[in-house]
């Protein structure tokens, strides 16, 4: 794997889960050993049985955080959840009867583990009782000594309940911060398949849109070509000239779709959606006020083209139509755009006509900015589609 790859991959992968929480909960496990050994005349065997039990409590505790990490605590309080607590409850405490206070530290195991294995009070109740029966103990214990004061109880309170609750809580927000990486990983990889996802959306939708009208209007010429080459020449290379015109446009606009960087512009799509339906003997008329358009955003202007190219595209492809009309207007905040035509086959006007696959596409690009499409058949069998979007549509 290369460096450049190294640096770019996720620095958080679930895998890594159980190390992070092997590796946090060693410190931890080694306190009560390295605090009690040392400091009490124990026998090897005796050395060796604290040493394993702070290793068994370590296991246990890895089990419960793992769990907790898997967002799988509340079938953690069930019979196998309880006896692993009660196990660990029993490393916990019979060694305090050999190294009393200096095995104390290991009871943030017991609290932990409490408030992860059980549920609502009685979570509260197991994970409370080790930290204020340890800090009413110390702070008796030292009151009833002989010359300490108020400040030395006070201290030594302190001490004791802010290391237990301290340990505690950080060795179940370890386990809870896994939990949460675990899920922001996943929710980073549900991110990526969708942004893939809306990604291959869009290149579908652009290139059908950009090809439908290209492709037409390269099998309009080639015809025409065709037609014209027995009886005037000029004119049919005129044609074919202009096809291979058409077809490099084509090849430009296929690369500028796959770098996201095609734009489309209202008039100079009004302008070749006529000349194109014009070429094909289709009679045009274009209301379309540009000027008065032109005060547009530029996402509501894109839409509007789109609309033009989706709609000549389909009076080509789906219609013999003799007639096509455009007309555009500024009312009441809204700007429509309406197209017309006759000749119209019978499933082009099914239902609202949204279905097929160029029309769903323009009515995603219309919800955008807020705007909506209709397409449908209307008097005297034409077929009708309108664009209406907001007038500042961002």
Known sequence: MSAVAAVSGPLWTPRRSPWFLLTALVPFVAVGPVMAIPRHDLSAAQAVALTLAALAIGGLQ????????????????????????????????????WVSWDWSVMQWFAVASAAMVLRGRLAVAAAAAPIVGTTVTAAWLVATSPGTGVGLVLVVAGYQFSLLTMGGAALYGSARLVGVLDELSTARTELAELAVERERLRVARDLHDLLGQSLSAVSLKGDLALRLLPTD?????????GLTGVARDTLRDVRAV????????????????AALLAAAGIATRVDVDLPDLSGLTPPAAEVLAWAVREGATNVLRHSEATAWSL???RRAGRVTLEMVNDGAAPEEGAGDGIGRSGLAGLRSRAAAVAGSVSAGFVADGRFRLAVEIPDGAR
């Open 327 to 329: 007309t555009g207007w």
């Open 258 to 273: 796959a770098r996201d960087e095609h734009g489309v512009s209202l008039p100079s799509e009004v302008e070749a959606a």
């Open 62 to 97: 890895l089990r419960h955080s793992l769990a907790v990490a898997r967002g799988r605590r509340p079938r953690q309080a069930t019979a196998g959840g309880v006896w692993t607590l009660l196990a660990l409850l029993a490393l916990v405490y019979p060694p305090m009867l």
């Open 233 to 241: 020449a000029a004119a049919a290379r005129a044609e074919i000239e």
